[in-house]
């Protein structure tokens, strides 16, 4: 849990100070893999990819979005049994779910 809380703070850190570099993202990868589930990390992510991928050639930028496509492919696949699994156990339609005026699960 410790290592989690630091590198939570330092891609916060890096979020506030708008560090958009190579490292910063490698560093907001790791804490994503912990957790896919923290929207700032994302919502950081893309703004690196935005600043980073103008400067980049051709051929590395599209390096770059395989590699991006790659880990949201395996964040994805691991976080949404875990982040949806309510939705899972429900076996109503979407229109039935408490969230939309109906009755809850």
Do not use: I
Not at 55 to 82: M, N, Y
């Amino acid at each position: 849990m410790e290592k989690y809380s630091r590198l939570s703070q330092a891609v916060l850190a890096n979020h506030t100070a708008q560090r958009y570099d190579a490292d910063s993202l490698a560093l907001n990868a790791k804490l994503l893999e912990l957790n896919p589930e923290v929207y700032s990390a994302w919502n950081f992510r893309k703004r690196c990819l935005a600043a980073l991928l103008p400067t980049l050639a051709r051929a590395d930028g599209v390096v770059a979005l395989e590699k991006e496509l790659q880990l949201v492919h395996a964040l994805h696949s691991t976080a949404l049994p875990l982040g949806f699994g309510w939705l899972a156990r429900c076996r109503r339609p979407p229109g039935e779910y408490g969230v939309y005026g109906g009755h809850g699960c």
